[in-house]
């Protein structure tokens, strides 16, 4: 890894295969807007495209053909990745373009009254999608007093009132040099090549700027319930606080997460329908006694300075209890044991998804710009490999029992929940639902 004078950090990597991965990591994101200048970075997003200082709409298009390259442009809470990929022998080409659009486009106020149709098209779509929308209930639901708890699209009312100057402004106080990172892996060039590219492209950038809600996201434990009785099933979110990506229990959570899994009805039961006692793991075999819950989903979803942990499940409002309770209550559960061939599966699972990486330069790519950004190094596959390896059943109780165990949550459920409003308030109930089976003796239904 070199840093430029200006902050930037370029990463390189050797890859196998005919294709150059290439990203573009910026810190910034939802997280990083206001009320007034909430959705600039869905704008960034649409904008990048239309135009730089040195080059037309149509030109910037054309290049990006001339290059058989694959734009992929993701807007995350806390981060926006950029990631291309072109065949081997256009990886610098690539670079010098994907970095040109990134800094310098110039985003008109023509242009973005053209986009804002499509990016207010855009966050209603996203409301139709059971399981963003359930995530959007659940970060407003753990961090109500953070703009980090806003949604993702940006807030929709004020989608059509973000001027070209706020999104500009956004730019020039995000994407500077320290918040920057290119990650490239494959290609026939030498780093020095890669370095000077980066160089000329991105050397203009600021090395610093001026960042909006910085500071700590604080963890609101709470519940909210949505009424919607035309839904035919109900989505729940239920996540604890838990570690980030500088905790040393990172790598073990990640563990958990495969551990957990996810399950849905009609890809994990199949001929064992009827015997839930020989599904995959714990949590699907819990799941398959109720034939209803259709899907689950584990998330350990990482930030600065904050971390959720938790699953998502949808199924009839006939099990309305079960989907409320019984992720935690599997969860917790793990604090007293944890079964040494669901810990051997997991680690299986994650050296499996390992191998896949290293063996695909656009996943490598987007890998190490993440590492890059958060831990300012280069995590290596080997690395990682043996900190799960070093992983044993004692470790991760002790890491259950301290970060999930008897402790405060957040609970989001949407649907038709008009039966279960009675228990929509956070009370120590909610609570004593982290306690393993020992907190499910209190809920007859389970």
Known sequence: MVTLSNGVRVASEAAAGGLVGISVAVHAGTRHEGLENSGASQYIKKLVLRGTKSQTREEVEQKLEALGGKLDIRVEREVTMFNLSVPKNQGLAGVAWLCDVVANSTMAQSQMEAEKQAVFLESLNLARDQYAQTMDSAHACSFRDHFLGQPLMGIRDNLHNVTADQVQAFHKQNYVGTRTVVSVAGGDHSQAELVDTVDKALGSLAKEGSSCNAHQAEFTPSTMFIRDDEMNNINCGVFFKAPSYDSPEYFQLRLLQKIMGEFQADQFTGKWLNSPDKQYSIMHSQLGLFPDITLHKCDYITYQDTALFGSYLMGNEVFAAQLQYMSQFVLTEYASHVPNVELIRAKKQSYTALRRQAAA????????????????????????????????????QRTVSRVFYDKDLTMTVWGPVGHCLGGSIYRREVQRSSLGWLGASQYSAM
Do not use: K
């Open 361 to 396: 330069a656009p996943a490598t790519a987007q890998a190490v710009a993440r590492q890059v950004l958060y831990h300012n190094r280069r995590v290596s596959p080997n690395e990682e490999a043996s900190r799960l390896a070093a992983i044993d059943t004692e470790t991760l």
